[in-house]
Structure formats: C-alpha cells, structure tokens
C-alpha cells in the first residue's frame, strides 16, 4: 500500500500538510480554515474522514489558525509538544491534545510518526517524519538553521517538504524592516534557498522520489527562482514547488526499494 504526500497550503498565509495510506492519514499543521481543509481535500479525491491525527510544529497562527474549529467538528487527536500546548493560543488544546516526546515515535493507524527539534522563534518547534513500512515522508519547514538533526532525518527520506523560504539578495535589497530580516535570517527564522539547495545537493538519498519546497515568501521569493535552482541538480527527484494558493497534486511513493537501516542519533540541539 503506498504512502501518498499533498500539500493543502504552504506559506505565511497558511500551513497544512497531508500524509497517508488508503486507510490512515494525519495532517501535519492546520493553519487554513476548516472549511479550506475539506474543500482541498475532496478536490484531490481525500477526505477528512480518513484523517486520524494532527500534529502540530508549533504555535504561530499561520500553523494552527484552523485547528480548534477542525477539532470541534470532526474530534481529531491533536499532538503537540508540552511549550506548544502551553502557549496562550492553545490553551484551550490542552485538555484535548496529547504531548509527545523528541525521538519517541507514536502509531497512529498504519503510520509512525516521529518528532525532532528544530531552531525557531517558539516555544518548542518540531519537524516530522512520518514512516509506513519502508517509506518516510519529512516535513521540514520554518527552521532558523540547517542543523544536524534536519541532516540527519533528510538523509531518511523518500519524499520531503523542505522549507525554501527567502532569495537572499531579494531580502536584502527589499523593503522589510532590519529588525524583520534580521529576524527572518538570524538563525530562528527561516532558511534560504541557498541554504535548502546546499542540504539537498549535499544530503539527498539516493532513493528520494519527491521534493516539494514549500513555505516561499511572499515578497522576498519566487516559485520560479526556486524551481529553476532545485531542477537543475535534481536528477531524479521529481522537483515541486508548493503554492499558497491552492493545494498540489497527490503524490503516490513508491515503496519498492527498501531504506537502508538508519540509526537515528538522538542529538543536542544547543
């Protein structure tokens, strides 16, 4: 049974990942209306129904806008670490939602879904892997930094949605505050496409099918800047960038060739 990828949204205006099997799904992030959600989900021929957890990175809205309305219609287990649970945006989660700890995978259905941390401006962000038999499926978005432990599990992936937030000239030379770039470039932001193509050229499997670069700036980068720096050394990794405006394709993986054994390196952070 194939594990299939979607991105219903990505970017500042709104987050929200799908991964799953026929019969198990979750979604990473609901940061898009939950009326949005089901609307893009029927058009790829998917359905909330099938959804049987959300996880969670962390608490700014663009992640978790939609989440308490999706949660009070359709009763979803929502997973998210204990500082993200904590935060006065989702206090009311925290008699609904379930904590998880770094490194420790949890069974959801036919799916595994493990947490690692990562460097940015919150109170306790994750990225996630999520694995059916032999086939992983990273999520990687909003991190300050290229740090060992987005090396590490990039190096697991069949398929990644990795952060390609900002051209570095165009932010420099745009009109955002210093104090907003500095933000933005100061090692608990976001990375760069430079950043993101350096990871890639440099860490990818062998056996990664899909790359879908997702939560592009709205004004300090383009899809097509983007495209044409990951297609030119992609070989062949099928190359996607994610809009935010309306949801991918569904991406079906293939599990044939089995993953190498990983030894997943439980490291510190700072």
């Not at 929200?16 to 609307?39: F, H, K, M, P, Q």
């Not at 990664?208 to 044409?228: A, D, F, T």
Request: charged letters at 20%; hydrophobic letters at 35%.
């Amino acid at each position: 049974m194939a594990l299939t990828l979607a991105s219903l949204n990505s970017g500042s205006n709104g987050n929200c990942y799908y991964v799953g099997t026929n019969n198990d799904a979750v979604l990473i992030d609901a940061g898009i209306s939950c009326r949005e959600t089901e609307r893009r989900l029927r058009r790829l021929g998917l359905s909330i129904e099938n959804v049987k957890a959300i996880f969670i990175t962390h608490e700014h809205n663009d992640h978790v806008s939609g989440l308490h309305k999706i949660v009070k219609r359709h009763k979803i287990p929502v997973y998210a670490s204990m500082g993200t649970r904590q935060n006065v945006s989702l206090e009311w989660s925290m008699k609904l939602s379930h904590g998880f700890s770094t490194y420790q995978p949890i069974t959801i259905g036919e799916l595994t879904i493990t947490s690692l941390p990562k460097y940015h401006d919150a109170a306790d962000p994750h990225s996630f892997l999520i694995t059916h038999q032999n086939t992983t499926v990273g999520v990687f978005t909003d991190m300050g930094r290229v740090c060992k432990h987005l090396i590490n599990n990039f190096k697991q992936c069949h398929a990644a949605i990795l952060e390609s937030n900002y051209d570095e000239e165009m932010l420099e030379t745009g009109g955002y505050p210093l104090h907003l770039k500095n933000r933005i470039r100061g090692g608990f932001g976001h990375i760069s496409n430079k950043q993101a193509l350096q990871l890639f050229m440099e860490h990818k499997p062998e056996f990664m099918s899909h790359l879908l670069l997702g939560h592009l700036s709205h004004h300090n980068n383009k899809p097509k800047i983007v495209e044409k720096m990951f297609s030119a050394v992609a070989g062949s990794t099928k190359i996607v960038v994610a809009s935010r405006h309306h949801e991918s394709e569904v991406y079906q993986l293939d599990t044939t060739p089995p993953k190498p054994r990983v030894v997943v390196e439980q490291l510190q952070l700072f």
